[in-house]
């Protein structure tokens, strides 16, 4: 349901930003910050947080979708360091706006764990560790829990170890939405939903200015940053540039008491395991086990359709998952189920662009890990608008062009083979006992 009213007339502003999710409003949030005197809109097709921001799995994690091993090879130890610790920082910058701006978003920083539960995984866990020690990521940043501890944090079956990062916090996604877009108005920005852009222009007699359409009104800035993430797909030429790869998930009943403390989860804990086809968990501030996963097709031409967001097949699929790992899970209740795209680079790789000349701008590629992603965006974006040299604007992914995802029909066959080789590659890792040629292919190809 729409809080906000649509646009409704022409507007001539300083800065115009399409998409009112995480990346829209953290920028709208930092430039108000730094530049009072900008005048600001966000327009949004839907409301604020419809995409990915409104409906993730709450992971404010310091993942970057790129690996390290790829972002040291790409711009060195020195570079790799730098955006690695400018992740950590944006996880806890998150916590400390929610808290300064009563962002009631349930933040609780309790770290991450990837369970090994194999002898494939936990020498996958083992390889993993003893690379990121290579490239001088130390046991505060990362660390191996031996089977007794990780059961302790976790309690699913089969535990024979972990990674265990203190790099991330739970919270609850659409409430941090919310209430940023609520923080932001109180800074001056104007949000207007229900205002699909259909064309980003340029303007004026010498195309000296920007010029969204949108059927309520143009809007004419110097500045214009697309945030459309999972959804560019949408804007005219936009659909090799995001292929909008749906991840679902499921969420319990809240639990008794007793059932909590068997499974663990405690603290704002979140957690995974070492299979190639993504899944994903916390535990909520009511005491629910919100879980989701990967195994959504993508489909044809980038297609987004809200049908799109529920699979009853892979939501099946997690429902079982969720009950292998934790039996005592059997009689209880999943009361919600839904998905939605997040948008994925043809390199797996997410960026920040500013283009002073056009002053066009945009930010997105995440692969998932978005909610302090986006934060760090915002506030890169807000420097690179404002004209600051700060070590946020020197970051390695600042200026970084994917290459275009392949036409179709390549990108359909591509993506979905991809997606069911992760799936044979668990199923053939839990039949034999050795590790994946396939699994390792495709972590090649996407830069892992």
Known sequence: ??????????????????????????????????????????????????????????????????????????????????????????????????????????????????????GTQVAAARGELAHARSLGINEDDLRWCD???????????????????????????????????????????????????GRISRAGPSGAVNRLD??????????????????????????????????????????????????????????????HLIIYGQRTADGRLAFGGRGAPYHFRSGIEPSFDRVPGVHNALEATLVELFPELGDVAVTHSWGG?????????????????????SAGGYVGD??????????TLADLITGRDTDETRLAWVGHRSPPWEPEPLRWLGVNAGLLAMQWADRAEARTGTPSRLAAAVDRLTGH
Do not use: Q
């Open 1 to 118: 349901m729409r809080s906000r009213p649509p646009l409704e007339s022409d507007l001539d502003v300083d800065v115009a930003i399409v998409g009112a999710g995480y990346t829209g409003l953290w920028t709208a949030y930092y430039l108000a910050a730094l530049d009072p005197s900008l005048r600001v809109v966000v327009v949004e097709a839907e409301v604020a947080g419809f995409g990915a921001s409104g409906r993730n799995g709450g992971w404010c994690s310091a993942f970057f979708a790129t690996s390290h091993a790829a972002l040291a090879d790409e711009v060195g130890l020195d570079g790799m360091h730098a955006m690695r610790r400018a992740m950590e920082h944006s996880v806890d910058e998150v916590g400390t706006v929610a808290a300064a701006e009563g962002i009631d978003c349930h933040y609780r920083k309790g770290g991450t764990i990837s369970l090994a539960r194999s």
């Open 147 to 197: 089977p007794e501890e990780a059961s302790g944090l976790v309690g699913a079956t089969s535990v024979l170890g972990g990674l265990y990062s203190p790099h991330c916090a739970a919270i609850h996604p659409a409430r941090l939405v919310r209430g940023l877009a609520e923080a932001v108005e109180r800074r001056g920005v104007a949000i207007y939903e229900g205002s699909p852009v």
């Open 214 to 275: 949108t059927p309520g009104g143009r809007v004419r800035a110097e500045v214009v940053v697309r945030a459309t993430e999972g959804f560019t797909a949408r804007l005219p030429g936009g659909r090799r540039e995001v292929v909008p790869l749906y991840s679902l998930m499921v969420a319990t009943e809240p639990l008794p008491e007793s059932t909590l403390e068997t499974l663990g989860v405690n603290g704002g804990l979140t957690f995974t395991d070492g299979r």
């Open 341 to 361: 795209p997040l948008g994925v680079h043809r390199d797996w790789h997410p960026s920040v662009l500013f283009d002073r000349a056009s002053g066009l701008g």
């Open 370 to 379: 978005g909610v302090s992603t986006t934060n760090l965006a915002g506030r």
